[in-house]
């Protein structure tokens, strides 16, 4: 009995201590939207070096993720995060001190390299150290570090909106990736990868794991699980959420808030709201499953996307306060729905001999689409307006709520050995 305590205090630890990639994925994305108000003038930035600084990052995300699978199947989930944690200090480090635009997107580049493999690392290794019953929660808790690494970079950027410090708001990212790095080396490895490791050496050497899987992802029932996986993960991303939260600032700006940090404060309103919205999530996943969230989710960031749309339209003293609003509706809705459960439903729906590679694929296009669209999205507000542009994410989630009625599989409770 003390052992089994014993047991589930230190995969508790594990899973805490892997939290804290969520937290330095929603840090490390997110801290362009305070930084890049200032950088813009210190540097002379056009409206496409910005789209550039902002993603770059991204760039090094999709690096990331396509290597990611291959590191945590060969040297497991744990060194995996230990070396993401490592870039991420180094990344820090390098954006900390750069005296020149070059150095400020070799820097962004790094961050993002270990972005990309926490991204696919995090959920996998959390689920597969979780309950069965428990695990909907336990990796929405990952989304829910994700939106408090979000909320404390609105808050440092609204603290150095006075200073201009971006260069200490990049910096201030170094401290949580140095305290994962040691706490990792007292967390457990995956079960279920060693499980596997180790029937890999047992095992007649009649074919590779190469082989096993090539043959497994050309079975029709995994392509179709591959491809459902892929296409939810383009919908997180394409539906325009990190856009909106890398230029939030900017948007309000368009709306009519005159400041910096009057901006970057509206941004923290919505920061807060993203938290407490994904600690609704954390408490619904495992209660009511994950079709009935994503339903709701993709279905308000529809209407959101919509109201917000409308209120550029107006031209009122009320559109300022009517589209702070419509965002934290939208950021909401997306932290009940597609934000956490994407994670767990990646975890849930592959089997463990293609899971890493599964995820990886699914990433790596989640990724590829965040970049098109943070790259793109400065330039369709300057040629399609603020309203055509949330009308067409509007557009984007209705599809997205059409998806996953006809096309996802509740996995509520599935177990994760096949």
Known sequence: MNLQASTEEFSRYSMLTATLSGFLFGYQTAVIAGAIIF???????????????????????????????????????????????????????LLGHCPSYAMLLMGRLLSGLGVGIASVVTPLYIAEISPAERRGTYVTLYQLAVTIGILVC???????????????????GGLPALLQSLLLFGAVESPAWLGNKNSRKQAPQTTTPEASTASLLANA?????????????????????????????????????????????????????????????????DRLGRRPLLLIGSGGMTLSLAMLAGTFMLDSPLTATLSVLSLMAYVGFFAIGLGPITWVLLAELYPLAIRG???????????????????????LIDHGGTVGTFLTFALISLGAFCFVFWCIPETKGRALDG
């Open 357 to 379: 590679k599964a995820m990886t694929i699914a990433l790596f296009a989640n990724w590829g689409v965040n970049y098109l669209v943070s790259l793109s999205f400065l330039s």
């Open 39 to 93: 950088i813009t003038p210190e540097f002379g930035l056009s409206v496409f070096s910005q789209g550039w600084v902002v993603s770059i990052l991204l760039l090094g995300c999709i690096v990331g993720a396509a290597c990611s699978g291959t590191l945590a199947d060969r040297w497991g989930r744990r060194t995996a995060l230990q070396l993401s944690a490592v870039i991420f200090i180094v990344g820090a480090v």
């Open 154 to 172: 609105f808050v440092v950027g609204f603290l150095l909106a006075d200073s201009g410090n971006w260069r200490l708001m990049f910096m201030l």
């Open 221 to 285: 029932h995994f392509r179709r699980l591959l491809l459902l996986g892929l296409i939810l993960s383009i919908f997180q991303q394409i539906s325009g959420i990190n856009a909106v939260i890398y230029y939030a600032p900017k948007i309000f700006s368009l709306a009519g808030f005159s400041s910096a940090s009057s901006a970057i404060g509206a941004s923290l309103a919505v920061g807060v709201f993203n938290v407490l919205a994904t600690l609704v999530s954390v408490y619904a996943m």
